[in-house]
């Protein structure tokens, strides 16, 4: 299998609600998660692209959702994340409707769905309700766990492996956008 070797990346555009998603004929593959996973760092990893998508330390800081457009080929859809406690009920709202809406009753070509977890924490209850609800579509997720390098090395293997265990039979891939560690790995699975 040829990875997806990316030699450009622009954003072309955020949107505040659904309707305003593109429409046209390229891919689009979804970076989904809950707040803080790393899922901008992960667009600027893939990218090579340092500052293309704004991360910061604060969780809810990715608050619309935003196309980057890879090769001319396909879009890289970036979410604000979900489960952010300290968000305001109306703020966490917004952000739950605007990704529900983009994700589940879309009218374009969501080819993938990377589902960003936190590696050290596991999937949560949040990550699993989400799982179900992409199952419930016809998109590929591609379980990608993150932050590795916040794991021990002694309990990495049983962790990722009670991490496969608990989204089986979906495909995990363990890697750290902030070391880059298996950045590549996760790369190959872009091939639109
Ligand atoms: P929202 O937009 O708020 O939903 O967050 P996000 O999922 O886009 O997270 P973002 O990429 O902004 O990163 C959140 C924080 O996690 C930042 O402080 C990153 O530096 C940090 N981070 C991202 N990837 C890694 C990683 O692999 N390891 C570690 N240790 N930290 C990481
Ligand atoms: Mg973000």
Known sequence: MGGMNITSAK???????????????LFQIAVVGRSNVGKSSTINILTKQKGLAKTSSFPGRTQQINFFLINNKFYLVDLPGYGYAKASGAQKKLMGD???????????????VILIIDAEIGPTP??????????????????????????K????????????????????????????????????????
């Open 126 to 151: 949040a990550d699993m309700d989400m799982l179900a609800a992409l199952e419930q579509i016809n998109v590929e997720v591609i379980v990608a766990a993150n932050k590795v390098d916040k794991v």
């Open 98 to 112: 605007l990704i529900t809406d983009y994700i589940f009753s879309a009218d374009y070509r969501l080819k993938k």
């Open 153 to 192: 090395k002694s309990i990495l293997k049983k962790q990722l492996d009670s991490i496969k265990e608990a989204v089986s039979p979906h495909v995990v891939m363990p890697y750290s956008a902030e070391k880059r560690q298996g950045v590549g790995e996760l790369s190959n699975l872009l091939t639109v």
């Open 11 to 25: 954003f072309i555009k955020g949107i505040t609600t659904a309707e305003q998603a593109f429409t046209d004929e």
